[in-house]
């Protein structure tokens, strides 16, 4: 996965769209949806990495301490508020390990998604027969795109019974609070390198501005 690649994921992630003032909705840490992007000086160790991300506006801080590894933090910005917050490292499968099982203990697996093929992890519960065909189908599709190294896995913040109460992802996104952070662990290819990321953002806050912005008027084609 090349960086415009990953760019366009993260870009997917929080819809493009422009952020408003800061909410207190958490992202990752003391890291808050919406926080202007004034706070984020040189002084305190940040510095633009807009062109190495290909955004119009991001921010980057080196060496920042999580799972006792260090991260490289890149912070993405629209209208000079936070909408992102993405850690990233070059690959390695005790990463890799950590970064699973982390995200594992708050967050729920929703989707997967390879270089040319997704898995929508909520319809399939309800319609494979057995838990043996789905864990064989679900460690197939990951053992196929790790060795591309191109691999999206797609967590959401919820409880076991609100994953297993609906069942498409629509559905359930739709039914969780604002606050509910989204978090995809990507794996891909950088140059010649490896990498592993993890992209915070908030999507039910993200399609409640994208409703609100499809009411107003707009000029017609």
Do not use: H, W
């Amino acid at each position: 996965m090349t960086k415009a690649k990953l760019f366009f994921l993260v870009c997917f992630t929080i819809m493009c769209s422009p952020a408003m003032a800061a909410s207190g909705k958490k992202l990752f840490k003391t890291y808050e949806y919406g926080t202007p992007l004034s706070k984020f000086s040189e002084r305190s160790g940040y510095y633009d990495c807009s062109a190495e991300v290909s955004v119009e506006k991001a921010m980057c801080k080196n060496d920042v301490a999580f799972l006792d590894e260090k991260f490289k933090l890149i912070l993405m910005f629209e209208n000079k508020k936070l909408q992102t917050v993405t850690l990233q490292k070059y690959f390695s499968q005790d990463i890799y390990v950590k970064l699973v099982a982390a995200l594992s203990k708050d967050f729920k697996l929703y989707a997967m998604k390879g270089k040319d093929d997704s898995l929508d992890l909520l319809n399939l519960t309800g319609n494979i027969g057995s838990k043996s065909d789905l864990v064989a189908l679900i460690n197939n599709f990951e053992n196929n795109n790790l060795l591309k190294s191109s691999l999206v896995y797609s967590f959401i913040e919820a409880s076991t019974e609100q994953t297993q109460k609906y069942k498409s992802i629509p559905e359930l996104i739709a039914n969780l609070p604002d606050s509910a952070r989204s978090a995809d662990l990507a794996v891909y290819e950088y140059g010649n390198e490896v990498n592993i990321a993890v992209i915070f953002a908030l999507p039910k806050t993200i399609i409640n501005k994208f409703k609100e912005q499809m009411k107003s008027p707009s000029e017609k084609f």
